[in-house]
T-cell receptor, first 115, second 112 residues
Framework: GAVVSQHPSWVICKSGTSVKIECRSLDFQATTMFWYRQFPKQSLMLMATSNEGSKATYEQGVEKDKFLINHASLTLSTLTVTSAHPEDSSFYIC???????????FGQGTRLTVV | QKEVEQNSGPLSVPEGAIASLNCTYSDRGSQSFFWYRQYSGKSPELIMSIYSNGDKEDGRFTAQLNKASQYVSLLIRDSQPSDSATYLCAIYSGAGSYQLTFGKGTKLSVIP
């Protein structure tokens, strides 16, 4: 399968600071990238969908001013958690796909802990 | 509301047995179907994709799709303890195939 790399794999930050997470498709061009959040023992929750060169589409209940998504190129999308708080601590996962109807491949995930 | 339903389990099978995982979906326009495996604390990993009715085999895994009945299943033959994980069904729905919808997953436990 194709390779999607996510960085960092874990991060600890202080409450009130911002954290940027990168998601790269290493061997293919991703027209669409998805960002998910997963709390312990719960299912994946889609946060937003981003297409290269356009604004991200956020799911209901996800604050777009708090979770900034940039999909500047066909191989890179970033998620910035602004003014992080302890309740933002979670496992954040990106996935990427070449085209509609094709498989989506996941990055390794980023475990964020806000203290 | 496009829905993907899975039995949350846990599904327990003895080592060497066949594990059968099922998924039903609500959107008749669905075209692409995927099974992902997620180990605890890790991100999902794609294990099978299926696009047309019938069976698709890959090693110990067989995906089965029945669009008329709106279900897709995953069979794991000769189950191993390393197969213990949560299995997620994912489906692209409708025209445009823009949104990938996941089920909540079935937790499989293979007992040595």
């Amino acid at each position: 399968g194709a390779v999607v790399s996510q960085h960092p794999s874990w991060v600890i930050c202080k409450s009130g600071t911002s954290v940027k997470i990168e998601c790269r498709s290493l061997d293919f061009q991703a027209t669409t990238m998805f960002w998910y959040r997963q709390f312990p023992k719960q299912s994946l929750m889609l946060m937003a969908t981003s297409n290269e060169g356009s604004k991200a589409t956020y799911e209901q209940g996800v604050e777009k001013d708090k979770f900034l998504i940039n999909h500047a190129s066909l191989t890179l999308s970033t998620l910035t958690v602004t003014s992080a708080h302890p309740e933002d601590s979670s496992f954040y996962i990106c996935s990427a796909r070449r085209d509609r109807n094709t498989e989506a491949f996941f990055g390794q995930g980023t475990r964020l802990t806000v203290v | 509301q496009k829905e993907v339903e899975q039995n949350s389990g846990p599904l327990s099978v003895p080592e060497g047995a066949i594990a059968s995982l099922n998924c039903t979906y609500s959107d008749r326009g669905s075209q692409s179907f995927f099974w992902y495996r997620q180990y605890s604390g890790k991100s999902p990993e794609l294990i099978m994709s299926i696009y047309s009715n019938g069976d698709k085999e890959d090693g110990r895994f067989t995906a089965q799709l029945n669009k008329a009945s709106q279900y897709v299943s995953l069979l794991i033959r000769d189950s191993q303890p390393s197969d213990s994980a949560t299995y997620l069904c994912a489906i692209y729905s409708g025209a445009g195939s823009y949104q990938l919808t996941f089920g909540k997953g079935t937790k499989l436990s293979v007992i040595p």
